[in-house]
């Protein structure tokens, strides 16, 4: 009997061991850097995302979108920059479109120009981060405007990944490492970049349509601000480091983003009415 109690005692001392250190790898944070993001696997690519708002499940969904990518390398006149035109759609018309260029070197955005079309609002708005200026167009309550100027005069105060571009630039941190990755994000309307955790929860197989598997990152964050209980959870393709499918959950419900299969640009353009 003795032989067989060491060998329990050596299993049991192994999974504490093995445990010990997942709960030291799920604790680490780093810090990431431009030098740390995997640049090199962008690619022009165009792609179209659901987004919808729900309850749990069998509740209905509301406020269907949507949302696509257009991402396009310009190296035209001796540049090296990555561009993303976004364009989203609701069944009312276009409800967001975004014209945003970084830099090919480390993501830094060098100019932003965005628009939300809403029934309440209809907002213009442009960055250039480089100089610390901006503006807006549409009416805002003062306070969202005051809020806007300073984290205009914010933008040149170091490196920021650009949040508003987070499907595209997102899966490009250092997942591979595990643990917690803190990176400085900013968009139009903050106050000013913040640190942002991206969490590495662990591993996730998700089986499309095709029957194929994709091995994910599954990755959390708190949007930065730890103990709201609001999450973010991403489903990011190793291979491919594309974000295949989001869900927001917070105290107001549930927000879905699903990549599709194709995007939906329109290849053939309706017939002309008969007799024109």
Same mark, same amino acid.
């Given at each position: 009997?003795?032989? /067989?109690?060491?060998i329990i005692?050596?299993?049991?001392? !192994?999974? %504490?061991?093995?445990?010990?250190? +997942?709960? *030291? #790898?799920a604790?680490?944070?780093?810090r990431?850097?431009p030098e740390?993001?995997?640049?090199?696997?962008?690619r022009?690519?165009t792609?179209t995302?659901?987004?919808?708002?729900?309850g749990?499940?069998d509740?209905?969904?509301?406020?269907?979108?949507?949302?696509?990518?257009r991402v396009?390398?310009?190296?035209?006149?001796?540049?090296?920059n990555?561009?993303?035109?976004q364009?989203?759609?609701?069944e009312g018309?276009?409800v967001h479109?975004?014209?945003?260029?970084h830099?090919?070197q480390?993501?830094?955005?060098?100019t932003?120009?965005?628009?939300w079309?809403?029934?309440?609002r209809?907002?213009?708005?442009y960055?250039e981060?480089?100089k610390a /200026?901006g503006?807006?167009?549409?009416?805002?309550?003062? !306070?969202? %405007?005051?809020?806007?100027?300073? +984290?205009f *005069? #914010?933008m040149?105060?170091g490196?920021?990944m650009?949040w508003h571009?987070?499907?595209?630039l997102?899966?490009l941190?250092?997942?591979e490492?595990?643990?917690?990755l803190r990176?400085?994000?900013?968009?139009?309307?903050m106050?000013?970049?913040?640190?942002?955790?991206?969490t590495v929860?662990?591993?996730?197989n998700?089986?499309?349509a095709d029957?194929?598997?994709?091995a994910?990152w599954l990755v959390?964050?708190?949007?930065?601000?730890?103990?709201?209980?609001?999450?973010?959870r991403?489903?990011?393709e190793?291979?491919?480091r594309?974000?295949?499918?989001e869900?927001?959950?917070?105290?107001r419900g549930?927000?879905?983003k699903?990549?599709?299969?194709?995007?939906?640009?329109?290849?053939f353009?309706?017939?002309?009415?008969?007799?024109?």
């Open positions: 009997m003795k032989p /067989t109690i060491k005692k050596a299993i049991s001392a !192994a999974a %504490l061991l093995a445990l010990a250190v +997942g709960n *030291a #790898s604790d680490t944070v780093t990431v850097n740390d993001l995997h640049i090199s696997s962008l022009p690519t792609s995302y659901l987004v919808y708002f729900h749990v499940a509740t209905g969904i509301k406020r269907a979108m949507l949302a696509t990518s396009s390398h310009d190296d035209s006149g001796g540049q090296d990555w561009v993303i035109d364009h989203w759609e609701s018309g276009v479109t975004a014209h945003t260029v830099s090919g480390n993501i830094a955005t060098l932003q120009t965005s628009a079309l809403t029934p309440d209809n907002i213009t708005t960055i981060p480089g /200026t503006h807006v167009q549409g009416e805002l309550p003062e !306070a969202s %405007l005051a809020t806007m100027r300073a +984290g *005069a #914010s040149n105060q490196w920021w650009n571009s987070d499907l595209t997102l899966p941190l250092p997942f490492k595990g643990g917690t990176i400085r994000m900013f968009d139009v309307g106050a000013a970049p913040i640190d942002v955790d991206y929860l662990g591993d996730r998700l089986t499309g029957g194929l598997s994709h994910c959390e964050t708190e949007s930065g601000k730890p103990g709201s209980n609001s999450f973010q991403f489903w990011i190793k291979t491919t594309v974000i295949l499918k869900e927001d959950a917070s105290a549930y927000r879905t699903l990549l599709l299969a194709a995007p939906t640009a329109i290849e353009p309706l017939p002309p009415p008969a007799g024109t």
